[in-house]
T-cell receptor, first 111, second 114 residues
């Protein structure tokens, strides 16, 4: 079992729908990241969370440390949101020097 | 562009050949990371440097792989005697040591071994 698990692996929705991507992790963490990867491969950091909730535009990220679970929400989704969304944990046990990644969620928003 | 830069963006090579990739981090970042991402998977850690010192290597980094950061600025990742299983996206990221959780990623180098 991977230390960081995402669901769903693939998600297709219509423009305007509310999107939720989930991330569960099994290790103690000092922070959790949500990243966006476009088809060209480059990765952009969306959020870094250690507790609570963060919002940026139409994106909202939440984390529940006790339940070891985080969610990324997209409101009023748009085709340009189509990308792979990856959560990555910064483990405490492993010295917190590197990220452990989930397998990614491929999101497709149809017009 | 002052972000993390990787070259080349794409590389196709024949099995058995050697390849070298380059990463130029953000100039003031003293940490540099290499990750490998195979199709449909999230990135996996390979190695990282603080300045010119290579501080950690994953067991994924076989003896055919070598990474250097000779002057603490750019880094190279060399794969010798490439195998088809080496086909992947190789991602570089950089950060400040005191803010190592805030890593900035490059566009990646996509390697295809035929």
């Amino acid at each position: 079992k991977n230390e960081v698990e995402q669901s769903p692996q693939n998600l297709t929705a219509q423009e305007g729908e509310f999107i939720t991507i989930n991330c569960s992790y099994s290790v103690g963490i000092s922070a959790l990241h949500w990243l966006q990867q476009h088809p060209g491969g480059g990765i952009v950091s969306l959020f870094m969370l250690s507790s609570g909730k963060k919002k940026h535009g139409r994106l909202i990220a939440t984390i529940n440390i006790q339940e070891k679970h985080s969610s990324l929400h997209i409101t009023a989704s748009h085709p340009r949101d189509s990308a792979v969304y990856i959560c990555a944990a910064q483990p405490v046990i492993q010295g917190a020097q590197k990220l452990v990644f989930g397998q990614g969620t491929r999101l497709t928003i149809n017009p | 562009d002052t972000g993390v830069s990787q070259n080349p963006r794409h590389k196709i090579t024949k099995r058995g050949q050697n390849v070298t990739f380059r990463c130029d981090p953000i100039s003031e970042h003293n940490r540099l990371y290499w990750y490998r991402q195979t199709l449909g998977q999230g990135p996996e850690f390979l190695t990282y440097f603080q300045n010119e010192a290579q501080l950690e290597k994953s067991r994924l980094l076989s003896d055919r792989f070598s990474a250097e950061r000779p002057k603490g600025s750019f880094s190279t990742l060399e794969i010798q005697r490439t195998e088809q299983g080496d086909s992947a996206m190789y991602l570089c990221a950089s950060s400040l040591a005191q803010r190592f959780m805030e890593a900035f990623f490059g566009q990646g180098t996509r390697l295809t071994v035929v």
